[in-house]
């Protein structure tokens, strides 16, 4: 039996954004069916329709943080210009970000709040494997003794988040959304330390 127009993926999509804020603001524990609901303009009956329950609901807003993240990065056309990709990879990276804050916030925020699946350097997920590859092929073309390709991603990773949480933060001096070029020379920067004769 098909659901109800009121239970579609709209709703559940409705609902896994305002929970992400949520656990973004003040982590899991402030998550309450009752307020969530009423944000949202349904019942609590829709979301144990939709999810069976507030566990349920949490893990399904960290599966889709993880899934949209992993997408943005996966999504990344693979050239034949691995540094071209490296700074492509890390456009994306800040693009999603700013598109989604509060999915951001729940990736990257405190581990504690959320489940174990976000990926993580120890535990490499999709989502890293492009900027993995990327490394990879560019020590293929331009091999170099300063690092190891996960000292070199990592290095990347770290400097494409930081600045990107920064920005989110408003604490670049061109404010949120407005620091691209200042984005870009900095990934850029990066890219080119660790492959200066590119």
Known sequence: MPRPR????????????????????????????????????????????????????????????????????????RTSDPLSDLRALGLAYRAWALEHPAFYAVMFGDRKQTSDQRPAFGQPGAAIEPLIDAVQ?????????????????????????GWTTLELAGMTPQGP???????????????????PHS
């Open 137 to 161: 092929r560019s020590l293929s073309l331009f091999p170099t003794s300063a690092g190891t390709t996960e000292q070199i991603s990592t290095s990347i990773w770290a400097g494409v988040h």
């Open 6 to 77: 009121k239970y579609d993926e709209s709703t559940r999509d409705l609902l896994i954004e305002q929970a992400a804020a949520v656990i973004a603001q003040a982590g899991t524990e402030a998550v309450a069916l009752r307020p969530l609901a009423r944000a949202c303009g349904c019942t609590t009956t829709t979301i144990y329709t939709l999810f069976g329950g507030r566990d349920h609901l949490i893990e399904a807003v960290t599966s889709s943080v993880t899934e949209s993240f992993t997408a943005s990065q996966q999504g990344v056309p």
């Open 177 to 195: 959304r407005r620091s691209v070029a200042a984005y870009y020379a900095h990934l850029d920067s990066i890219v080119r330390a660790w492959f």
